[in-house]
């Protein structure tokens, strides 16, 4: 018998979506037989081929390379491997593709086709605006935040303990919902208050939901848009969760206004589901990445794709750092 412990239950959460990015490629683009054709394929030469997005092609890549269906090579291209070439390209004897085509007609991937199609969200479980607008709604704003509570009790304490050397003062938690990351750092570390960053339609919820952990004297809260300037008077600017919504041009935006508000010294903290340096995995974090993929701007990003934008704007330092359940923190520093 299977024992699933929390980080397994939010992992198979995670990748709810992945399989029908799966089914989408093989049903809609017979992406193995193209690629079989190839020496090897890169990100931009699959988005070319396929005629796709190439933000989902690189999504895509990540994930057939983390289930084993195509190997990195390494210079970063992709060519078919081990079950892909046994059952999922034209001619092969025991061609799995017409079984796979079955579900091609599921919602979630339909959803799948249109996103690599376009490159933009597909509607929050199907039905009508994707993630951003139904966020400016306050009874979808309620329902998400609390999911994501529900996700930061379990995950919280891991991130307060990876960074409780940097030793900050007043913690700035960007897009920070409920306040459940705030709440358990100024938990951890004694010395130390915050102040929670996030939309006008979710702060009533921070709001209740940091006076109901009792620390309502500790984390403050301010309604405000994180892509604004930043308030001042912060040495650590958190982004739990939020990076990963975001392309990598508005990440510079972010990373940008936490350069000019942070003192000398200060940290831009990522805490987030981050790929391999490779971007070959791991499995778990590249579903995820197909689930930001589906439904926002964004996706899952290596410490060294992060590095490059941070070290862009003036960041120094950047290192990763494990935590739990998949999840780790990118750390930078402000010189």
Same mark, same amino acid.
């Given at each position: 018998m299977t024992i699933l412990g929390a980080g397994d239950i939010l992992g198979l959460l995670n990748s709810t979506y992945a399989t029908d990015l799966l089914i989408a490629v093989v049903s809609e683009h017979d992406i193995f037989t193209s690629l079989a054709q190839r020496e090897s394929t890169s990100a931009e030469q699959l988005a070319e081929l396929l005629k796709i997005d190439e933000r989902a092609a690189d999504v895509t890549l990540t994930y057939l390379v983390a289930l084993g269906l195509l190997e990195r090579l390494p210079d970063g291209a992709v060519r078919p491997a081990g079950p892909a070439n046994e059952h999922l390209i034209a001619g092969v004897p025991a061609d799995l593709r017409h079984y796979v085509s079955m579900f091609r007609d599921r919602p979630g991937c339909r959803d799948a086709i249109q996103v690599l199609k376009t490159g933009r969200p597909a509607p929050w479980e199907s039905q009508g605006e994707d993630w951003l607008n139904r966020m400016s709604t306050t009874d979808f704003a309620d329902m998400f935040t609390a999911g994501?509570?529900?996700? %930061?009790?379990?995950?919280?304490?891991?991130?307060?303990?990876?960074?409780?050397?940097?030793?900050?003062?007043?913690?700035?938690?960007?897009? %920070?919902?409920?306040?459940?990351?705030?709440?358990?750092?100024?938990?951890?570390?004694?010395?130390?208050?915050?102040?929670?960053?996030?939309?006008?339609?979710?702060?009533?919820?921070?709001?209740?939901?940091?006076?109901?952990?009792?620390?309502?004297?500790?984390?403050?809260?301010?309604?405000?848009?994180?892509? %604004?300037?930043?308030?001042?008077?912060?040495?650590?600017?958190?982004?739990?969760?939020?990076?990963?919504?975001?392309?990598?041009?508005?990440?510079?935006?972010?990373?940008?206004?936490?350069?000019?508000?942070?003192?000398?010294?200060?940290?831009?903290?990522?805490?987030?589901?981050?790929?391999?340096?490779?971007?070959? %995995?791991?499995?778990?974090?590249?579903?995820?990445?197909v689930r930001m993929m589906l439904i926002t701007e964004g996706k899952c990003y290596s410490t060294p794709e992060l590095a490059e934008i941070l070290t862009g704007v003036g960041f120094v330092d950047v290192h990763n750092r494990p935590t739990i359940a998949g999840y780790s923190v990118v750390v930078a520093r402000k010189p």
């Amino acid at each position: 018998m299977t024992i699933l412990g929390a980080g397994d239950i939010l992992g198979l959460l995670n990748s709810t979506y992945a399989t029908d990015l799966l089914i989408a490629v093989v049903s809609e683009h017979d992406i193995f037989t193209s690629l079989a054709q190839r020496e090897s394929t890169s990100a931009e030469q699959l988005a070319e081929l396929l005629k796709i997005d190439e933000r989902a092609a690189d999504v895509t890549l990540t994930y057939l390379v983390a289930l084993g269906l195509l190997e990195r090579l390494p210079d970063g291209a992709v060519r078919p491997a081990g079950p892909a070439n046994e059952h999922l390209i034209a001619g092969v004897p025991a061609d799995l593709r017409h079984y796979v085509s079955m579900f091609r007609d599921r919602p979630g991937c339909r959803d799948a086709i249109q996103v690599l199609k376009t490159g933009r969200p597909a509607p929050w479980e199907s039905q009508g605006e994707d993630w951003l607008n139904r966020m400016s709604t306050t009874d979808f704003a309620d329902m998400f935040t609390a999911g994501m509570n529900a996700r %930061g009790t379990y995950i919280s304490p891991a991130l307060a303990e990876a960074i409780r050397d940097l030793g900050p003062k007043r913690i700035l938690d960007i897009g %920070g919902s409920s306040g459940v990351y705030a709440c358990a750092l100024v938990d951890a570390l004694p010395e130390t208050t915050a102040a929670v960053l996030d939309l006008p339609s979710v702060v009533d919820f921070s709001r209740s939901s940091i006076a109901a952990r009792g620390k309502s004297d500790r984390v403050d809260v301010i309604a405000g848009d994180m892509f %604004g300037e930043l308030p001042p008077g912060f040495d650590l600017h958190l982004y739990s969760n939020v990076l990963h919504d975001w392309n990598a041009g508005n990440i510079e935006r972010l990373a940008k206004a936490s350069f000019n508000a942070l003192p000398p010294g200060g940290f831009l903290v990522d805490h987030d589901m981050h790929l391999d340096d490779t971007k070959s %995995g791991p499995l778990r974090e590249a579903e995820f990445s197909v689930r930001m993929m589906l439904i926002t701007e964004g996706k899952c990003y290596s410490t060294p794709e992060l590095a490059e934008i941070l070290t862009g704007v003036g960041f120094v330092d950047v290192h990763n750092r494990p935590t739990i359940a998949g999840y780790s923190v990118v750390v930078a520093r402000k010189p």
